[in-house]
Each structure stands twice: as structure tokens, then as C-alpha cells.
């Protein structure tokens, strides 16, 4: 089964009002869970590629596996280039074989942004690579910023309709209250922004910072047009919780299959459960 297009997933997750879980990998070891939780499932799934894995990893190795991946799977899945921080960068991850990239300018002014999203889009577009872009500002947890400051950055649906005019990029990552790593507390979405920025764009919302997210609040994000739902921090509690167990129980142990591979069950666990969360178990 080969690399799938992105926007042909979230298309129909889109109109099937459900979502496809866009899960980061690092390592062999995730992509071989997420591949492996989505045949279980026989769901779609979308594989991606953060800074920090493109530099831990190596572009050309995230690549490497998932070709490999695509010649052993069953299902469909897409590669991804989370967070984008340059043209530049899109055009490699493209060159290597990624299916859509995120072009991160939401830190730009809106003119700005427009424009880096416009130059990454004429490029993809050319060949058949599809763009997800980012407005308001999502940021991570540890960034000390109180709430009501917070909601000074979240996305504005009329900014988002200009923008979504102004580019016709093929997916909008959006900032309504979720923040990337852990939560200190309970996170509160903006399900009414969330109402009113669908209102006005017609293409598929996505979702980042989803961990630790309360399950209630995923599903109602997910009715109200969330088709994209971004996983990393849970991937990674999952992962180092049950290596932690192994070298806890057995701290002789020092066959890094024996690490790595109840690692990797628990992952495959973990995302088998945002699948069927997500509503995209079966959709394959
Ligand atoms: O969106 C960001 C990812 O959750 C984590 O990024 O792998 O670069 O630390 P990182
Ligand atoms: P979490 O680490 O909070 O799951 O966020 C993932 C994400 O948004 C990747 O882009
Ligand atoms: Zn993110």
C-alpha cells in the first residue's frame, strides 16, 4: 500500500465527521506501532515528522522507514511534515517523499504568514503535495502564559476566512485553547470558536496539542469539524512508562529489544484507543 495523500484522507474524514490521528514518530519503533495500531484497526492514518525527530532522526531516515513501511502496509497511510519552518524544509521533506507539510508561520504577521503559505503551496501544489498552515498560536504548556492572556491567541474566524481565501491551503491548524507537551490542568476549548471559525471555512480544521485532552472534549471538537487530531505527548508517556517498567523490574536488563519492544506494544495500545477515540476505526 503505497504513501496516500493527505487531503484525500482528511476529505473524507471530513465528510464522514470523524477524524484521522496524525501521530509523531521518532524512531523505528513508532512507525512500526502506528502502522501496526492502524492495520489492527483498519484505520487511516497519518505518520509525522516533528523538528525535533527530523533532527534526532535524520529527514532521510523517517523517510527510509516509511517507505518501508508503505511496502509492507495494509493500510493507507500519509507522511507529514509537522510544524514546517521554512519553504526550504517543505521542499525536502516533498523531495523525500512526504505527502503533505505543515507550513508553521503563525508567529508571522497575517500578511506574512499568507505569504510563506502561498510560496510553500504554488511549490506543492505543482506536485500533487497538499498544506496544512497554522493560525492563532497554539504554543506548549510551559510557555508561563495565563489564561486570559492566552485567549489573546487564539485563532479569529474572520482572520481565518481571509486566510483560507487569501491561500486556499487544504487544512488549518487552529489555536482554541489546546497547547502542545502536558497539561497542568484540565484544558477548557473555545468549542464556540471552534463553531464560529467552521462557520466560515469550508476545509478541514486541525487539532494539535491533543494529549491530555479530555476524551468528551476530543469527540465534540471532532462533531464540530475537527478531522485532524495531533498525538506526541502521550505517544511519548506510553513509550517511557513501559521501558521505565522493564528497567525498573529488571534493572540488569540490558537487551535494548527487551527495552524497546514493550515500548513499542504499549504505543501500539496507546494509539489503537485515539483510533477508535477518533472514529476512524474501519475507515480504511
Ligand atoms: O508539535 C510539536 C511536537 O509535539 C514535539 O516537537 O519533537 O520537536 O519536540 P519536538
Ligand atoms: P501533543 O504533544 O500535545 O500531543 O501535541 C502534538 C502536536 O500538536 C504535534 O504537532
Ligand atoms: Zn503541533
Same mark, same amino acid.
Given at each position: ?7 484525500e484522507?482528511l476529505?473524507?474524514?471530513? #465528510? ?19 502502522? #501496526?495500531?492502524?492495520?489492527?484497526? /483498519?484505520?487511516p ?7 525535533? $525527530?527530523?533532527?534526532?532522526?535524520? @529527514?532521510?531516515?523517517?523517510?527510509g522507514? $516509511?517507505?518501508?513501511?508503505?511496502s509492507?502496509?495494509?493500510i493507507?497511510? $500519509?507522511?507529514?511534515l ?10 525536502? /521533506?516533498i523531495?523525500?517523499?512526504?505527502t ?7 508567529k ?9 503559505? &502561498?510560496?510553500?503551496?504554488? $511549490?506543492?501544489? #505543482?506536485v ?7 493560525l ?5 504548556t ?7 492572556e ?9 482572520? #481565518? ?5 487569501s ?10 485553547g489546546?497547547?502542545h ?8 476549548? &473555545?468549542?464556540?470558536? @471552534?463553531?464560529?471559525i467552521?462557520?466560515l ?5 486541525? @487539532?494539535?496539542g ?11 471538537a ?12 502521550n ?8 521501558a ?40 480504511a
Open positions: 500500500m503505497p504513501v496516500v495523500s493527505t487531503s484522507l476529505q473524507k474524514a471530513n #465528510a464522514g465527521g470523524y477524524a484521522v490521528g496524525a501521530f509523531n514518530c521518532n524512531n523505528m519503533e513508532t512507525i512500526q506501532a502506528i502502522i #501496526a495500531a492502524a492495520e489492527a484497526e /483498519c484505520a492514518v497519518i505518520i509525522q515528522a516533528s523538528q525535533g $525527530a527530523i533532527k534526532y532522526a535524520g @529527514l532521510d531516515y523517517i523517510a522507514l $516509511a517507505k518501508i513501511a508503505a509492507k502496509s495494509k493507507p497511510f $500519509a507522511l507529514h509537522d510544524h514546517g519552518t521554512s519553504f526550504e524544509q517543505c521542499i525536502q /521533506c523531495l523525500a517523499g512526504f503533505s507539510v505543515m507550513i508553521d508561520g503563525s508571522l504577521p497575517l500578511a506574512e504568514n499568507i505569504n510563506l503559505t &502561498n510560496r510553500v503551496l504554488r $511549490a506543492a501544489k #505543482a500533487g503535495i497538499s498544506v496544512e498552515a497554522e492563532g498560536k497554539i504554543g506548549g510551559e510557555d508561563d502564559i495565563v489564561v486570559n492566552r485567549e489573546a491567541f487564539f485563532t479569529d474566524p474572520l482572520e #481565518a476566512k481571509e486566510f483560507v481565501q491561500t486556499g491551503v487544504d487544512f488549518l491548524a487552529v489555536a482554541i489546546t497547547a507537551g502536558r497539561y497542568k490542568g484540565i484544558p477548557q476549548l &473555545n468549542f464556540d470558536l @471552534l463553531k464560529n467552521k462557520a471555512i469550508n476545509i478541514p480544521i486541525v @487539532l494539535h491533543s494529549s491530555g485532552v479530555p476524551d468528551i472534549a476530543i469527540r465534540e471532532i462533531s464540530l469539524g475537527v478531522s485532524k487530531v495531533n498525538i506526541d505527548t505517544i511519548r508517556e506510553a513509550f517511557a512508562e513501559a521505565k517498567k522493564v528497567i525498573h523490574n529488571k534493572p540488569e536488563e540490558i537487551d535494548l529489544r527487551k527495552l524497546l519492544g514493550p515500548a513499542r506494544d504499549a504505543t501500539i495500545d496507546l494509539i489503537r484507543e485515539k483510533i477508535r477515540l477518533f472514529g476512524s476505526s474501519g475507515k
